[in-house]
């Protein structure tokens, strides 16, 4: 194999052999082709795409770079979500402990926040003591015990994904559906489930804002499912604004537990009771998303989903004293509220700035290991259409130190904007359904 002649064929859109693709991507996994090599060649992905034979074959090769887990011990389908990546999205929190807890069984294994997206291990890893570094046997014998565990992605899962992954997002590769649509597929195929959700964004601050394109990934990773026998869902969700009011890993755990509790922002409980739904009827708990939809309220509503939620904090060795008393989660020293400057109607909150300001605060991550704070970040009660009056407050910034809030307000101020006239209606919540027999406009 000459890499160079490879990333050529593939700058010039020639279809690339197996062998070819398998001897580049498997040498990089043995350290035989170097990042610089990997990246001219993912850039050439990013311009020039991939044939539905290279697709399977990327799909197959990062799928093999780890262990394949099943579950074929465990009565009943097995069911997970993944999400492309928001700003305050924090459903699969909620969604896992409150699909388990109506007897499907979750094996979740999450990602950090990558770019300006929030991550939910970031999010978990905010409750005091709680481990998502379980290894595959602790995993597997939670799942058996409570129906779910929720965990980082450990070097035997899809080990390439996980390097290819830390070089898209220094080397300005991730927004490919190619390249997103293999990555994500391969890790929840290892996963063993039967059936997953997926909550595909669209908007400002989704990878892919798109509408043509979020279908197209869905589409895409739809036939990557069928490939290997599992049935997804996908659902085309909004991301032209935050979801919830919280963004930052510490308060999106603290939202979550109300959420958990009945309680919370109407969006949040919201999606999380659709994809809930979904997840019940691909699990075979609901006959239907209906049916599924009351369940899953229900669950939120009488405590089951908590109660589920302390299980396995306790399982993963964390202080589930924090459902009781959301307090007990690191807190940032410095509050500042932002006010309305005039009077007029909110017109945007604009998702990508939020999120790319609440990195810089320091609720997620410059480079691929520096640490999170997990105290800081946004609590933004504005949302798009509503009508304002000077001085009221917008939002509140939770910073480390008096000169990370400052500029963090001014950042806040920048991502907001007020108008005179109503904005044109935002985008639903959930707008598209799509599954392997079509597309749904809902
Ligand atoms: N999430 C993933 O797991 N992979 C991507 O490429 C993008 C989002």
Not at 59 to 65: A, E, G, H, K
Not at 414 to 420: L, N, Q, R, V, Y
Request: charged share 25%.
């Amino acid at each position: 194999m000459v890499p160079y002649q490879i990333i050529q064929h593939k700058r010039n859109g020639a279809e690339l052999k197996t062998a070819e693709l398998s001897a580049f991507f498997n040498g990089y996994s043995a350290d035989e082709v170097p990042d610089y090599e990997m990246s001219a060649l993912l850039m050439a992905i990013y311009f020039q795409g991939l044939s539905h034979d290279e697709l399977w074959t990327l799909t197959d090769i990062m799928l093999r770079s780890g262990k394949r887990l099943e579950f074929a011990d465990i009565a009943g389908r097995k069911v997970d979500k993944h999400s492309t990546g928001g700003v305050g999205d924090k459903i699969s929190i909620i969604l896992a402990p409150l699909v388990s807890s109506l007897g499907v069984t979750v094996p979740m294994i999450s990602g950090r926040g990558l770019g300006h997206t929030g991550g939910t291990l970031d999010k978990l890893e905010t409750i005091p003591g709680l481990r998502t570094d379980l290894t595959l046997d602790q995993f597997r014998a939670q799942v058996r015990k409570i129906g779910c565990a929720m965990i980082g992605q450990t070097a035997e899962i899809a080990p390439l994904d996980k390097r290819l992954y830390a070089l898209r997002d220094v080397t300005a590769t991730v927004e490919s559906i190619p390249l997103i649509a293999s990555s994500i597929m391969s890790k929840k195929i290892a996963e063993g489930i039967d059936a997953l959700v997926l909550d595909i964004k669209r908007g400002s601050g989704a990878f892919l804002p798109d509408l043509e394109r979020a279908l197209e990934l869905a589409q895409t990773m739809i036939a990557i499912g069928q490939f290997y026998n599992l049935e997804v869902v996908a659902l085309l969700t909004a991301m032209d604004r935050p979801l919830g009011f919280a963004v930052g890993n510490a308060l999106e755990m603290e939202e979550s537990i109300l959420v958990l509790r009945g309680e919370g922002p109407s969006d949040i409980r919201e999606l999380t009771i659709v994809e809930a739904a979904e997840m019940l009827r691909l699990g075979g708990v609901a006959a239907s998303v209906g049916e599924g939809r009351k369940l899953a309220g229900k669950a939120l509503d009488d405590g089951s989903a908590l109660e589920q939620m302390r299980r396995i904090i306790e399982a993963q060795s964390g202080n589930p004293a924090v459902l009781d008393d959301p307090a007990l989660l690191p807190q940032a020293s410095v509050q500042r509220v932002l006010h309305a400057p005039s009077n007029g109607y909110i017109q945007e909150v604009n998702a990508l700035k939020v999120g790319q300001a609440a990195v810089r605060l320091g609720a997620g991550r410059g480079t691929l290991d520096a640490r999170v704070d997990p105290g800081v970040g946004y609590h933004i009660t504005a949302k798009p259409g509503q009508r304002i009056e000077k001085d009221e407050p917008l939002a509140s910034v939770y910073a480390s130190s008096a000169d990370g809030a400052a500029h963090a307000l001014a950042e806040l101020f920048d991502a907001i904007t007020i108008a005179d006239e109503p904005p044109p209606r935002p985008l639903p919540l959930v707008s598209h359904r799509v599954t392997s027999a079509g597309v749904e406009e809902l």
